[in-house]
């Protein structure tokens, strides 16, 4: 007796991308574009797009002043900043090409900063380097013995951003869902599984962009993870409208350069305001967004990870000073004065937090560029750090190449 073949079950679409946030809707507006005849669904688990890293971030296009010739994050900056220009350009959203000074106060800054010069030029960049006199003329209310100018860098609307993105991917076909969540991903012989908040979802194959749930998401598609995303609360503050003219410039502090992050700048924002910051202290949740945001479930996980241990035995120091300057504003104040004495407690105002999603591996490691790993159905963003917002065109469009090569069966059938 023969038996009858197994029937495959119904796809809802050929591809599910969850998350979005910059990188994830990026995806799904270049792949439509490369593959009109492909159905996507667009999961995001909040109410609006852009609700996390890429709404709660500092607005700069970044340059690719710091990154390692060679590296994704240094070639991703570089096409990503002339790529978010050319886009709002061509959709009439806003952006200022106001440029950036990273500032030496000290001889030890000094000397690192003709370190930052160097790498500004082997990134292809056209950095101007300038003594304290010449800071003076150009920004009156900066202090410092030197700096070095990078004219490329700007602000951007990259909400406004994503908007558009979602408009454009949504006119060639993609189905975004707002309120999805993803509570797990499974892979089946010949297809993928979704469990979500409003019914299962099943596709061909996954493009994850899960920022602060990457390394979860991952886990369910049976992953070996090898990684932890710690979540950073960064602060910022905003200064009062008298203050609007303060600088002409972004200023930045010389980084140092056994930390990870880049230290609390001045940051002319596209709507005209300035805002201080950020920090970066542990969150006490994934979406820590202020100190009484507590997730037990969140912390458990992080305990049991190694790489955490590691990670705070490595930068215990700063760490601790991250606290300290967080829940005391005049340590906050005083990383400001170093650079901009003018300023004073008073200016400091109440401004919302972003999270970042770092990547930490066992051995207590920050992973500090992007981190893109496959599993049978899906291709996974595990780790997009800072310039991610800068860089999300050629970010997406890697991804493309990446997917329409791990899919050949799609790309195939794109091309009929």
Same mark, same amino acid.
């Given at each position: 007796m023969t038996t009858a073949p197994e029937r495959r079950p119904a796809l809802d679409a050929d591809v599910l991308i969850v998350g979005g946030g910059i990188v994830g809707v990026s995806t799904a507006m270049q792949l439509l574009t490369r593959n009109p005849g492909l159905s996507i669904i667009l999961a995001e688990k909040e109410k609006a797009l852009a609700m996390h890293q890429s709404g709660h971030n500092s607005g700069v296009i970044h340059a690719g002043v710091y990154y390692a010739p060679g590296s994704l994050k240094a070639e991703f900056c570089r096409r990503g900043a002339d790529a978010t220009y050319a886009f709002s350009a061509e959709h009439g959203l806003r952006t200022e090409r106001c440029g950036k000074l990273i500032v030496a106060t000290n001889d030890i800054e000094r000397a690192r900063l003709k370190d930052l010069f160097v790498r500004c030029q082997q990134n292809g960049l056209h950095p101007e380097m300038l003594d304290g006199a010449a800071l003076r003329r150009?920004?009156?209310?900066?202090?410092?013995?030197? /700096? #070095? !100018? #990078?004219?490329?860098?700007?602000?951007?609307?990259?909400?406004?951003? #994503? !908007?558009?993105? /979602?408009?454009? /991917?949504?006119?060639?076909?993609?189905? @975004? &869902?707002?309120? %999805?969540?993803?509570?797990?991903? &499974?892979?089946?012989?010949?297809?993928? #599984?979704?469990?979500?908040?409003?019914?299962?979802? *099943?596709? *061909?194959?996954?493009?994850?962009?899960?920022?602060?749930?990457?390394? &979860?998401?991952? /886990?369910? %598609?049976?992953?070996? @993870?090898?990684? !932890?995303?710690?979540?950073? !609360?960064?602060?910022?503050? &905003?200064?009062?409208a008298s203050k609007d003219q303060i600088v002409n410039h972004l200023i930045y502090p010389v980084p140092d350069p056994s930390l990870p992050f880049l230290g609390v700048h001045l940051t002319r924002m596209i709507d005209g305001y300035v805002t201080v910051g950020p920090n970066a202290v542990l969150a006490m949740a994934r979406q820590g967004y202020r100190w009484r945001d507590v997730n037990m479930h969140d912390l458990m996980e992080m305990a049991a990870f190694p790489g955490f241990w590691k990670m705070l035995r490595s930068h215990a120091r700063a760490g601790f000073q991250e606290g300290v300057n967080s829940v005391w504003r005049h340590g906050y104040l005083n990383l400001c004065r170093k650079y901009c004495p003018g300023l004073q407690l008073d200016d400091l105002l109440s401004y919302p937090a972003g999270v970042r999603a770092q990547a930490v591996m066992r051995d207590g490691s920050m992973v500090q560029d992007f981190l893109i790993r496959q599993s049978k159905h899906c291709l996974h963003v595990c780790n997009a750090p800072s310039p991610a917002a800068t860089s999300a065109i050629p970010i997406g469009a890697h991804l493309v190449e990446q997917f329409l090569t791990f899919a050949e069966d799609l790309q195939m059938r794109s091309q009929r």
């Open positions: 150009i920004e009156p209310n900066i202090t410092g013995i030197a /700096a #070095v !100018r #990078v004219e490329s860098s700007g602000i951007a609307d990259y909400p406004a951003i #994503v !908007r558009k993105m /979602a408009e454009l /991917a949504t006119l060639n076909g993609a189905d @975004i &869902r707002l309120s %999805c969540e993803i509570l797990s991903l &499974r892979e089946e012989h010949d297809h993928l #599984v979704a469990s979500t908040t409003t019914g299962d979802i *099943r596709t *061909r194959y996954g493009i994850v962009c899960g920022g602060l749930m990457a390394d &979860r998401l991952a /886990a369910t %598609c049976g992953m070996e @993870i090898d990684f !932890r995303i710690i979540p950073f !609360r960064g602060e910022y503050f &905003r200064l009062p």
